[in-house]
């Protein structure tokens, strides 16, 4: 059974940093890109950052790049996102996802086949 499971959410004030988790069974994680997105209440969900299989390839929203960073450790089955310099508009529910398709298309949803439930960050002002 596929699973994808998220943790290290919470509650930080703003400037600090949080590191989130997503870990994979189920699935032969190292032939998997994977990606984090996010939803904001009343929004519609968006990229924020992926990695390719191996590693060697990344990207970022603009909105997070310079701030986050994405790893994965493929022994361990587990994808991270170090998220630091948190802003209240980081606030957010955030998702990991893995697919199969071609990293270029890393920024949309439909280009990944598993997703996590989801672990709420918060971010206070």
């Known amino acids: 059974q596929v699973q994808l499971v998220e943790s290290g959410g919470g509650l930080v004030q703003a400037g600090g940093s949080l590191r989130l988790s997503c870990t994979a069974t189920?699935?032969?994680?190292?032939?998997?890109?994977m990606a984090w997105f996010r939803q904001a209440p009343g929004k519609e969900r968006e990229f924020a950052a992926a990695?390719?299989?191996?590693?060697?390839?990344?990207g970022y929203a603009d909105s997070v790049k310079g701030r986050f960073t994405i790893y994965r450790d493929n022994a361990k089955y587990t994808v991270y996102l170090q998220m630091n310099s948190l802003q209240p508009e980081d606030t957010a529910v955030y998702y990991c996802a893995a697919g199969q398709s071609a990293i270029a298309t890393m920024i949309a949803p439909n280009a990944y086949d598993y997703w996590g439930q989801g672990t709420q960050v918060t971010v206070s002002s």
């Open positions: 990695i390719s299989w191996s590693g060697g390839t990344t």
């Open positions: 189920g699935f032969t994680f190292p032939g998997y890109n």
